[in-house]
């Protein structure tokens, strides 16, 4: 196979056992539901800087629960098969692509309930949704790298909040900087560098990912 059927393979694979399963994703949509559900008996009326951090928050540890296991999942056995078949370039790209996939859908539909739920106070709504987008995406590429590394680890859910902690408060800080330009309704000229830090966060994660990764998957 070459490079480009492997992935889409993959990531077919990926679908369909989760498609299989039902388990993690349902458990997901329930927590996000439930969470902000709770947020709202706990708060009923917030302003929009509480809105935003909620909203963020909410998304974090989301995206944590569903990224987590990318890896973790996978048996020794399964893993040396991958081996013997698909270069570890195809498997690594294949988990970003699937993971962002799944965070777009899982983010799209918690500011779908939080927007219903909690008065919505934004000034520029597509910005903010672009904001959601770039914020889906960056938590997807983080997160798989971190599991990726520590899926290899013996006490990796540990591993995986040292590693994840440096990366994803900068991460977490122009992304917060981005919406706040778009609940406030600033021009959209005001939130290009956020966008543009928020765009080579990605692509540098990804390169990394595709030259850390082969190390990792011989050991």
Same mark, same amino acid.
């Given at each position: 196979?070459?490079?480009?059927?492997?992935?889409?393979?993959?990531?077919?694979?990926?679908?369909?056992?989760?498609?299989?399963?039902?388990?993690?994703?349902?458990?997901?949509?329930?927590?996000?539901?439930?969470?902000?559900?709770?947020?709202?008996?706990?708060?009923?009326?917030?302003?929009?800087?509480?809105?935003?951090?909620?909203?963020?928050?909410?998304?974090?540890?989301?995206?944590?629960?569903?990224?987590?296991?990318?890896?973790?999942?996978?048996?020794?056995?399964?893993?040396?098969?991958?081996?013997?078949?698909?270069?570890?370039?195809?498997?690594?790209?294949?988990?970003?692509?699937?993971?962002?996939?799944?965070?777009?859908?899982?983010?799209?539909?918690?500011?779908?309930?939080? +927007?219903?739920?909690?008065?919505?106070? %934004? /000034?520029? *709504?597509?910005?903010?949704? @672009?904001?959601? $987008? #770039?914020?889906?995406? &960056?938590?997807?590429?983080?997160?798989?790298?971190?599991?990726?590394?520590?899926?290899?680890?013996?006490? +990796?859910?540990?591993?995986?909040?040292? %590693? /994840?902690? *440096?990366?994803?408060?900068? @991460?977490?800080? $122009? #992304?917060?900087?981005? &919406?706040?330009?778009?609940?406030?309704?600033?021009?959209?000229?005001?939130?290009?560098?956020?966008?543009?830090?928020?765009?080579?966060?990605?692509?540098?994660?990804?390169?990394?990912?595709?030259? @850390?990764?082969?190390?990792?998957?011989?050991?």
């Amino acid at each position: 196979m070459n490079f480009l059927t492997q992935i889409q393979f993959l990531v077919y694979k990926e679908m369909l056992l989760e498609w299989r399963s039902k388990f993690a994703l349902n458990s997901i949509l329930l927590y996000v539901v439930s969470t902000v559900f709770v947020c709202y008996q706990a708060f009923r009326s917030v302003d929009g800087t509480v809105w935003n951090a909620l909203f963020w928050i909410i998304l974090l540890f989301a995206s944590v629960n569903a990224i987590a296991r990318s890896f973790v999942q996978e048996s020794k056995g399964r893993q040396l098969y991958y081996y013997t078949l698909v270069s570890p370039q195809a498997i690594i790209l294949s988990k970003i692509i699937y993971n962002v996939i799944l965070m777009l859908g899982l983010s799209v539909l918690a500011f779908f309930v939080y +927007s219903v739920v909690f008065k919505n106070p %934004l /000034g520029d *709504p597509p910005l903010y949704f @672009l904001a959601v $987008v #770039l914020g889906s995406i &960056s938590f997807a590429t983080v997160f798989t790298m971190i599991s990726g590394i520590s899926a290899k680890a013996n006490n +990796s859910g540990t591993l995986m909040a040292i %590693l /994840g902690f *440096p990366v994803i408060i900068p @991460l977490l800080i $122009v #992304l917060i900087k981005l &919406s706040k330009n778009a609940m406030d309704g600033l021009d959209r000229t005001v939130s290009y560098d956020e966008i543009i830090v928020l765009l080579a966060i990605n692509a540098i994660v990804v390169a990394v990912s595709l030259l @850390l990764f082969p190390y990792i998957w011989r050991d």
